[in-house]
């Protein structure tokens, strides 16, 4: 990793709207959960909160705006090319910025899931934790995922919408085969796995759902380091 990079990646993650629009996810999903918990009994509607909404939607949308702040204004308007003109390992620089990308995400989509659990039903923390964990799974596969199609192409943001909502809510609530690409799914089966709370109709496995998050991260890396290698030589995107 360089800490140059990472530092530079941080900034800029930091520093334009999409870490606003970081901030502002959790913030409505916390405050969703505080109001549910004062109109209503402990744990009424957690599922639907703390997993559908934390876990499987502010998650993945909050590793979207992470992984595309970390490189994608650089795709866009073609500075990656001189930052790779220097003699940097291109998957050095991939890893640098995944691993910037990976703490935004763990910390503003991640905990908020542990949070919401909480103030949800806070009577039964274990049940949190075990959300916790599965938004973590999440996060690490998410955010690989959003970083390699980043580098992929310029309309990273619309095509990671679109998985989001399309692949991982509709078509994935439709077919039951899809739960083996899914990235919720796995995370669904390792919280129903540490929480009998949480039932998980279709499991994959847990040993399935950490073999193939690990696939999703090493994979998304390596290849955002490959592309970035393209980039360096030819300046296309």
Not at 27 to 49: F, K, S
Not at 97 to 122: C, E, Q, R, S, T
Not at 167 to 194: C, Q
Request: net charge neutral; with cysteine.
């Amino acid at each position: 990793m360089n800490a140059t990079i990472m530092r530079l990646s941080a900034q800029a993650l930091f520093g334009r709207r999409r870490g606003s629009m970081m901030l502002v996810i959790p913030l409505i999903l916390l405050a969703l959960a505080l109001i549910v918990r004062l109109l209503t009994e402990p744990g009424t509607a957690y599922t639907e909160i703390v997993g559908e909404l934390g876990r499987d939607l502010a998650l993945p949308l909050v590793a979207l705006l992470a992984a595309t702040a970390v490189l994608g204004p650089e795709v866009d308007d073609g500075s990656i090319v001189y930052l790779l003109a220097k003699p940097v390992n291109r998957y050095g620089v991939a890893l640098s910025k995944y691993v910037v990308a990976l703490v935004a995400v763990l910390g503003f989509g991640a905990l908020p899931v542990l949070l919401a659990g909480l103030i949800n039903d806070a009577g039964n923390p274990g049940t949190a934790v075990a959300m916790l964990a599965g938004a973590v799974l999440a996060a690490v596969a998410y955010t690989a995922l959003f970083l390699a199609l980043c580098a992929f192409t310029r309309h990273a943001v619309v095509v990671g919408l679109l998985f989001v909502f399309l692949w991982e809510g509709a078509v994935g609530n439709l077919l039951d085969g899809v739960r083996w690409l899914s990235v919720s799914a796995w995370a669904r089966d390792i919280a129903a796995a540490l929480s009998d709370r949480i039932d998980e109709a279709a499991p994959v496995g847990t040993a399935y759902a950490l073999v193939a998050a690990l696939v999703v991260v090493v994979g998304g890396i390596v290849f955002a380091g490959w592309r970035l290698s393209t980039f360096s030589l030819t300046g296309e995107t």
